[in-house]
């Protein structure tokens, strides 16, 4: 390969990357480094100081912080996403372009990996004459709607529109109009903004894509992007299996006494319950799904981040319970802070995985063979949802509306009802194909960079 070639040379070009900070952008920027330098490229990590590595993790990259100054959208706990990735982007691009041009005064850049959202450091890259890629840590698909958003803004489509929900958007199927990324209770013209923005600066600066998917799930998607943008498009994942990432990186501390718990259940019996690291709902929603859990009969492993429950403070371990679910949780259940979620989605007495559908977990679930219960959120998790229902068929929506019996409806045909096991066997389907993904586009890449 031309990083091995280079090495034998004696010289070993170098790549900058700049990952978004927050725990779902983070962890396959680093895992896309390890494989990087692995392939014998030098790796030079630039980091916010919001959420920034440990280095002594990843001992054969370099970190430098960019000494950023964050406004309080971003440092503040609740805050608006679309507000907080808008203050990212315009409190670090000083200093991250100081930071680029400080080491290209030293070093020898093939060129910079950027995560897809940091628009403003994609853009700075390029103008300092350094090649950037950009890092996509959501789908093909999602990244193909993001692509389209000026037609679709053009055809009425966006701002999403109450009477236009169930409508199929043309070019993107099986995308409805209510699957497009959206925000509830963000300004909705901010998110437009935003994502015009993201897709112009793509466009305009980015010398190629990098994507954290697989040929098998979305080939079609990927072409299109290719197409469209006329540049490279290098599907690199899964990520986490190629880099062989180890068991968990993660910005929480795991519990990982729910391994122990799990270890007495059989197998395919266990509903495990996470709606990621950044996602939070209302405390009647909360509510509702302890009560829809409590009335399945299903185990369950339920992870409940502090924080995570709108109007309960992070210093609260865990907001109360509806009468009657406290006794179920101890005869049934087990609920934690944060739990290893890879080794949980791969231990045997996991039947099905109720998820916000961020894309690491849906490409996690997919790995392992698990099926889904599509909770999402906010962002990409609603078209990734979408393909996990309607396109893949491993996975059932729990409904827009979270009300307590048909949570439990929805838990028990996937767990136990025909459909379910329609759905696992299409899952480990999947798993197969995840398994058999190559390298090959890694190594593309690899030489692609080395052209540069």
Same mark, same amino acid.
């Given at each position: 390969?031309?990083?091995?070639?280079?090495?034998?040379?004696?010289?070993?070009?170098?790549?900058?990357?700049?990952? !978004?900070?927050?725990?779902?952008?983070?962890?396959?920027?680093?895992?896309?480094?390890?494989?990087?330098?692995?392939?014998? !490229?030098?790796?030079?990590?630039?980091? &916010?100081?919001?959420?920034?590595?440990?280095?002594?993790?990843?001992?054969?990259?370099?970190?430098?912080?960019?000494?950023?100054?964050?406004? *309080? #959208?971003?440092?503040?706990?609740?805050?608006?996403?679309?507000?907080?990735?808008?203050?990212?982007?315009?409190?670090?691009?000083?200093?991250?372009?100081?930071?680029?041009?400080?080491?290209?005064? %030293?070093? *020898?850049?093939?060129?910079?990996?950027?995560?897809?959202?940091?628009?403003?450091?994609?853009?700075?890259? +390029?103008?300092?004459?350094?090649?950037?890629?950009?890092?996509?840590?959501?789908?093909?698909?999602?990244? =193909?709607?993001?692509?389209?958003?000026?037609?679709? =803004?053009?055809?009425?489509?966006?701002?999403?529109?109450?009477?236009?929900? *169930?409508?199929?958007?043309?070019?993107?199927?099986?995308?409805?109009?209510?699957?497009?990324?959206?925000?509830?209770?963000?300004?909705?013209?901010?998110?437009?903004?935003?994502?015009?923005?993201?897709?112009?600066?793509?466009?305009?600066?980015?010398?190629?894509?990098?994507?954290?998917?697989?040929?098998?799930?979305?080939?079609?998607?990927?072409?299109?992007?290719?197409? #469209?943008?006329?540049?490279?498009?290098?599907?690199?994942?899964?990520?986490?299996?190629?880099?062989?990432?180890?068991?968990?990186?993660? !910005?929480?501390?795991?519990?990982?006494?729910?391994? *122990?718990?799990?270890?007495?259940?059989?197998?395919?019996?266990?509903?495990?319950?996470?709606?990621? +690291?950044? &996602?939070?709902?209302?405390?009647?929603?909360?509510?509702?799904?302890?009560?829809?859990?409590?009335?399945?009969?299903?185990?369950?492993?339920?992870?409940?981040?502090?924080?995570?429950? =709108?109007?309960?403070?992070?210093?609260?371990?865990?907001?109360?319970?509806?009468?009657?679910?406290?006794?179920?949780?101890?005869? =049934?259940?087990?609920?934690?802070?944060?739990?290893?979620?890879?080794?949980?989605?791969?231990?045997?007495?996991?039947?099905?995985?109720?998820?916000?559908?961020?894309?690491?977990?849906?490409? #996690?679930?997919?790995?392992?063979?698990?099926?889904?219960?599509?909770?999402?959120?906010?962002?990409?998790?609603?078209?990734?949802?979408?393909?996990?229902?309607?396109?893949?068929?491993? %996975?059932?929506?729990?409904?827009?509306?979270?009300?307590?019996?048909?949570?439990?409806?929805?838990?028990?045909?996937?767990?136990?009802?025909?459909?379910?096991?329609?759905?696992?066997?299409?899952?480990?389907?999947?798993?197969?194909?995840?398994?058999?993904?190559?390298? !090959?586009?890694?190594?593309?890449?690899?030489?692609?960079? +080395? +052209?540069?």
């Amino acid at each position: 390969m031309a990083g091995q070639e280079q090495h034998r040379h004696g010289h070993r070009r170098r790549v900058v990357l700049f990952p !978004l900070p927050f725990q779902g952008h983070l962890i396959p920027m680093l895992q896309l480094a390890a494989l990087l330098r692995a392939r014998g !490229l030098e790796v030079t990590v630039l980091h &916010a100081n919001l959420n920034f590595p440990d280095p002594a993790r990843h001992p054969d990259l370099a970190f430098v912080p960019i000494h950023e100054t964050l406004p *309080d #959208e971003v440092t503040s706990p609740g805050n608006d996403i679309v507000r907080q990735l808008l203050a990212l982007n315009a409190a670090c691009e000083a200093p991250f372009r100081e930071g680029l041009a400080s080491l290209l005064r %030293g070093q *020898d850049v093939a060129c910079a990996v950027v995560d897809g959202q940091c628009y403003a450091a994609l853009v700075a890259a +390029s103008q300092l004459g350094v090649p950037a890629l950009a890092l996509r840590t959501d789908s093909a698909a999602t990244f =193909r709607s993001m692509l389209a958003y000026p037609r679709l =803004r053009d055809a009425g489509f966006v701002p999403i529109k109450e009477e236009r929900l *169930d409508e199929l958007v043309p070019k993107l199927e099986p995308l409805r109009v209510r699957d497009l990324i959206r925000v509830d209770g963000s300004d909705t013209d901010a998110l437009c903004s935003f994502i015009t923005t993201v897709a112009d600066a793509i466009r305009a600066s980015a010398s190629g894509v990098v994507i954290n998917t697989f040929e098998a799930i979305e080939a079609a998607e990927l072409a299109k992007i290719q197409h #469209e943008l006329s540049r490279p498009a290098f599907a690199v994942g899964p990520l986490h299996l190629l880099a062989q990432a180890p068991v968990e990186q993660s !910005l929480y501390v795991l519990d990982r006494g729910c391994l *122990d718990w799990l270890d007495a259940h059989p197998p395919r019996s266990v509903l495990y319950v996470s709606l990621g +690291s950044v &996602a939070c709902v209302d405390r009647n929603v909360f509510e509702e799904m302890a009560c829809g859990l409590a009335s399945s009969g299903v185990p369950f492993l339920w992870v409940v981040r502090p924080g995570s429950v =709108r109007g309960v403070g992070e210093e609260v371990p865990l907001p109360p319970l509806p009468d009657g679910v406290n006794e179920e949780v101890r005869n =049934r259940g087990k609920i934690v802070k944060w739990a290893p979620q890879r080794e949980v989605l791969a231990h045997n007495a996991i039947g099905a995985f109720w998820t916000h559908c961020g894309w690491n977990s849906t490409l #996690e679930s997919v790995c392992e063979g698990v099926p889904m219960l599509a909770q999402p959120c906010f962002a990409d998790q609603m078209v990734n949802a979408r393909y996990v229902t309607h396109e893949w068929g491993v %996975g059932l929506e729990v409904g827009e509306v979270i009300e307590r019996e048909r949570v439990a409806k929805a838990v028990t045909k996937l767990m136990v009802g025909e459909d379910g096991a329609q759905m696992r066997e299409r899952a480990q389907h999947l798993q197969m194909q995840a398994s058999a993904a190559t390298s !090959l586009s890694m190594d593309s890449l690899v030489q692609y960079i +080395s +052209s540069l």
